[in-house]
């Protein structure tokens, strides 16, 4: 079964720097897609950013990248220029190719300081 | 706002009774995902349909039960309810059967307090 771990549950960063968020998969499939779910103090999932498996490039929106290292089944969310709005639960989340159902991992709290 | 909408945003009830939460998914989309977000499970899919057919299922307890109907509405159907069975319930809904490279989008969520 596929797993997802994400071993930082609390992270702090300051106004207009920059955070990494870590994720970690275990998968035995070479199609899957990996994503970043945002969930603020509202408790909406919203989706962040998205990265299909067969692609090389790291998927980028705005002020959002990932790190996404196949070999090392490692999906890393770097935050730049954190705003105050950033502030939020966030999920790593897999999807199998053709499966139906998300795998989330536990979430990283993400408080962001003045 | 993701156009998915769910009612009740919250629901406070009993041990043992029955409840009945309802999900509408964005204009056009054809399948609807049920997911439990509690303290102690963190995020489970449940179940999964697919233009009123299940598609997937995947932790659901069997006092749990959904459908989709028709008009593409879906409800899930909770009875005997536990205290622990106290979470955030999510719908999401896309537009195809499922993968990867079909986006689900979340509604807001029912909260649901069994006391």
């Known amino acids: 079964a596929q797993t997802v771990t994400q071993s930082q549950p609390e992270m702090s960063v300051q106004e207009a720097e920059t955070v990494t968020l870590s994720c970690t998969y275990d998968t035995s499939e070479s199609d899957y897609y990996l994503f970043w779910y945002k969930q603020p103090p509202s408790r909406q999932m919203i989706l962040v950013i998205r990265q299909e498996a067969y692609k090389q490039q790291n998927a980028t929106e705005n002020r959002f990248s990932v790190n996404f290292q196949k070999a090392a089944k490692s999906f890393s969310l770097k935050i730049s220029d954190s705003q105050l709005g950033d502030a939020a639960m966030y999920f790593c989340?897999?999807?199998?190719?053709?499966?139906?159902?998300?795998?989330f991992g536990t979430g990283t709290r993400l408080q962001v300081t003045l | 706002d993701s156009g998915v909408t769910q009612t009740p945003k919250h629901l406070i009830t009993a041990t043992g009774q029955r409840v009945t939460l309802r999900c509408s998914p964005r204009?056009?989309?054809?399948?609807v995902y049920w997911y439990q977000q509690s303290l102690d499970q963190g995020l489970q899919f449940l179940i999964q349909y697919y233009n009123g057919e299940e598609r997937a299922k995947g932790n659901i307890l069997e006092r749990f039960s959904a459908q989709q109907f028709p008009d593409l509405h879906s409800e899930l159907n909770l009875s005997s309810l536990e205290l622990g069975d106290s979470a955030l319930y999510f719908c999401?809904?896309?537009?195809?059967?499922?993968?990867?490279?079909?986006?689900?989008?979340f509604g807001p969520g029912t909260r649901l307090t069994v006391l």
């Open positions: 989340a897999y999807d199998h190719g053709t499966a139906s159902k998300l795998t």
């Open positions: 999401a809904s896309s537009v195809r059967t499922g993968g990867g490279s079909d986006t689900q989008y």
């Open positions: 204009s056009g989309d054809l399948s």
